[in-house]
């Protein structure tokens, strides 16, 4: 996800927006609820950021069962290659 999205800025708007209200009103000063605001843009950030990890992601796709997979030798390759049956390159 991106630092600075629209998503994480709606969301840390909406979380501060009574501190951004007393602001305006000049109930709260203007440097707290911008603190305020960065602080809860961070935390929106990184919590927007995991969801989006855990929930839309693909899974891993897993190897059927049974087969192996490609990376992997068989058992007749080992103990062919045990047995010095097969040829080497020159």
């Known amino acids: 996800m991106k630092p600075v999205s629209g998503a994480m800025l709606l969301v840390a708007a909406a979380l501060t927006s009574p501190t951004l209200a007393g602001a305006a009103m000049g109930t709260v000063p203007v ?3 911008l603190a305020r605001y960065l ?3 961070a935390i929106s950030w990184v919590l ?3 969801a989006a990890e855990w929930l839309w992601t693909e899974p891993p796709s897993t190897a059927v069962a049974g087969q192996a997979s490609p990376a992997a030798g068989s ?3 080992d103990a062919t290659l045990a047995a010095g049956d097969a040829t080497e390159p020159a």
């Open 31 to 33: 440097d707290v609820a």
């Open 39 to 41: 602080v809860v843009a």
């Open 75 to 77: 058992a007749d390759d």
């Open 48 to 50: 927007l950021a995991l």
